[in-house]
């Protein structure tokens, strides 16, 4: 891999990771409380939904490289935040914010493990070109 | 038709600091974060996506080892492998287990379920040997496309495009083969929870090396595992011939 797209995938992880946390602070995650007197029966697979979505999200966060819990006390508070929203298209939107949340998750845990392999076990472009020696990590 | 069966490692996970244990005699294993062999990954990753594409009709996991293995093979499942074959393998046999082993009970394992395609990773990280692939090939006097950062399979032939120092090689070899999966052949899909949850329902078959008539006798023995010597400080000089008669008095030059 040249080294102008190492340098680039340097870059983007280390701005996922910033991103992904400005993403569940300052985004609104959806719970969607019970169906009150006056609410409809549209909150109901509403309501799964963002349930199962909140399940998938702390399953992934075992991973994050600042902890699980620190990962879990954001999620939890991304999602109470939200927790008065009722209109469903609003919910739609928010709970599409939260897949896109996991798709960064799964790409910056890939960038990470693959930048990891290729440091351990294929010597850097440019040491080989300058001829000095590999560091010791 | 065709059925691929991918061999899949459990190793401490790739971002644990390892440490040696007080006796040296290995690495501290309890209570540590273990997960699924990077290069496996990939392996499994080529074999669901050759799947994905109707070259081959099933994929098969395979992982050797104590019970907690079956936690990496239902990842496999969860990234869509069909079923999960376990070789209970644990204590002492465990602890001596090395490709040599591995690679008989592949064998075994390739001939009983007729297998087209053995895929494996190309190294594990924890013992970094790269031998259990090849071994596999000639054991089963099989054709191998190690290190294959591309993979074609054509017919009743596979196109490997394999990566060498200095650049790459593509061969040309003919089913059934070994493949070995290098850092860039795929990039492997995350076991997500919902996928994880549908491959409770595959079937995990479970098997002693005895049932294959492999014995796990190790010919190989452990004498002593050290850390990394520390690196030791630089020592700065002046001007180039300082430079020099340093280099002549430490005998380098």
């Keep these: 891999m040249p080294i102008s797209e190492l340098l680039l995938f340097y870059i983007i992880s280390c701005c996922m990771l910033n991103h992904l946390l400005y993403v569940l602070l300052f985004s609104s995650i959806p719970v969607v409380k019970a169906a009150t007197v006056s609410g ?23 991973e994050y490289p600042k902890g699980a819990d620190y990962f879990r006390e954001r999620l939890k508070g991304a999602f109470m935040k939200n927790k008065d929203v009722t209109d469903p ?49 | 038709m065709s059925r691929v069966l991918v061999g899949v490692k459990r190793v401490i996970d790739y971002a644990v600091k390892i440490r040696v244990k007080p006796d040296q005699s290995g690495v501290v294993t309890d209570g540590v974060k273990h997960s699924m062999n990077p290069f496996c990954e990939i392996a499994v990753e080529e ?19 104590p019970s907690q293995v079956t936690e990496t093979i239902r990842t496999a499942l969860a990234m869509g492998c069909d079923r999960g074959i376990h070789v209970e393998v644990s204590g002492k046999d465990y602890e001596a287990m090395g490709p040599l082993q591995i690679s008989k009970i592949f064998a075994a394992l390739a001939k009983k379920e ?6 494996l990773g190309k190294q594990a990280i924890d013992d970094d040997c790269n031998q259990t692939g090849q071994m596999t090939a000639a054991l089963l006097d099989w054709p191998q496309g190690t290190f294959a950062s591309e993979v074609t399979i054509d017919g009743e032939t596979v196109k490997v495009v394999r990566e060498i120092d200095g650049g790459l090689e593509t061969i040309k070899i003919s089913m059934p083969a070994v493949l070995t999966a290098d850092l860039r052949l795929n990039t492997p899909r995350y076991a997500t929870l919902p996928n994880i949850m549908k491959a409770k329902k595959k079937k ?50």
């Design chain 1, 40 to 62: 409809s029966d549209m909150a109901n697979p509403l309501r799964s939904e963002v349930r199962q979505l909140y399940k998938n999200l702390l399953f992934l966060g075992r």
């Design chain 1, 89 to 137: 298209k609003e919910i739609k939107k928010l709970v599409d914010r939260g897949e896109f949340v996991i798709k960064e998750l799964e790409a910056l845990y890939y960038l990470r493990k693959y930048r990891a392999m290729k440091k351990r076990y294929y010597e850097e472009e440019l040491s080989a070109v300058l001829n000095i020696g590999r560091p010791v990590d």
């Design chain 2, 47 to 65: 074999a669901v996506k050759l799947k994905e594409k109707k070259f081959i009709k099933e994929v098969v996991a395979v992982s050797c080892g």
């Design chain 2, 114 to 119: 007729e297998a087209s395609l053995v895929i």
């Design chain 2, 204 to 253: 995990i078959a479970n098997m002693k090396p005895a049932d294959l008539g492999v014995d796990m006798v190790s010919r190989v023995e452990v004498l002593r595992v050290d850390e990394p010597p520390t690196r030791l400080a630089g020592v700065k000089v002046e001007t180039v011939d300082d430079l020099v008669a340093k280099l002549k008095a430490n005998g380098t030059i």
